[in-house]
């Protein structure tokens, strides 16, 4: 398979608003609005440069183990992005997704929330998903249980269980498999995002806190994500199948 000019999805742990804060002396809610501050300009270059389908890990499971004052911080920054980004959104033809356990979010978010995705489910642009509440074990479990329960209630044969149907059951049903996860902010893990879909995913972890994450960075990593050899876990030589004969014999 030949390497893509970008990758179809990219998907993005924006890491590093909280130590962007402390830098600065600062509460650590303006390094969340500064760092909400930058989302439409990365994806609108992002979706110049080729890339269809953008993932952004904004609120983890996890998160919620955080101090009271800074959960309020961050919803106040989401309020206020739900809010006053939508205009954005369908001026440059985004459609927004948002997946996760969205209990514990107030009715207020939840409200504006659902109207953001309404509104853009027409537009034909970026498909931009915001990922909140989101852990990919607790998202692999609560599909293996629906997967269980129906074959409780005879629906479904255990044997008939494949892939694509665990997958239909994943919050992450409607996204194609992510090509490129990016993280910011000096850590170089996964941190339980998009377990089931970064199978196969090529991954570039920067130090830049996401704040100060530019368009010059992120072409940086498009264009190194272009020099890399894909396998999906075959052999290289094998570009399609006219390329077999190409294969050196065994023995």
Same mark, same amino acid.
């Given at each position: ?146 997967? *269980? ?7 479904? !044969?255990?044997?008939? &269980?494949?892939?694509? @149907? /665990?997958?239909?059951?994943? +919050?992450?049903?409607?996204?194609? *498999? ?7 902010? !000096?850590?170089?893990? &996964?941190?339980?995002? @998009? /377990?089931?879909?970064?199978? +196969? ?51």
């Amino acid at each position: 398979m030949s390497n893509p000019a970008a990758p179809n999805h990219l998907a993005i742990i924006m890491d590093g608003n909280r130590r962007w804060a402390y830098e600065r002396n600062k509460p650590t809610k303006s390094g969340h609005d500064q760092g909400s501050k930058i989302i439409e300009q990365i994806s609108r270059h992002a979706y110049d440069r080729g890339v269809s389908w953008l993932t952004l890990f904004a609120f983890s499971s996890e998160n919620w183990r955080r101090s009271s004052l800074e959960i309020k911080g961050i919803m106040a920054v989401l309020d206020h992005y739900l809010s006053h980004e939508i205009q954005g959104l369908m001026k440059n033809n985004v459609r927004l997704r948002v997946i996760g356990d969205l209990q514990g979010f107030s009715n207020s978010i939840l409200k504006k929330i659902d109207r953001a995705v309404q509104d853009t489910i027409q537009n034909t642009g970026l498909n931009l998903t915001v990922a909140l509440g989101y852990g990919g074990q607790a998202d692999v479990t609560q599909a293996v249980t629906a997967l *269980a329960q129906k074959v409780k209630d005879g629906e479904i !044969k255990a044997e008939s &269980i494949t892939p694509d @149907l /665990l997958k239909s059951h994943l +919050y992450t049903r409607e996204l194609p *498999a992510v090509d490129l996860l990016l993280r910011t902010g !000096k850590e170089k893990r &996964i941190s339980n995002f @998009l /377990l089931w879909d970064l199978a +196969y995913a090529e991954l570039a972890f920067i130090e830049t806190l996401w704040p100060d994450f530019t368009m010059a960075m992120l072409d940086d990593v498009l264009n190194e994500f272009t020099a890399r050899h894909r396998r999906f876990g075959g052999d290289e030589l094998v570009m399609n199948a006219s390329d077999v004969k190409t294969l050196p014999s065994a023995g």
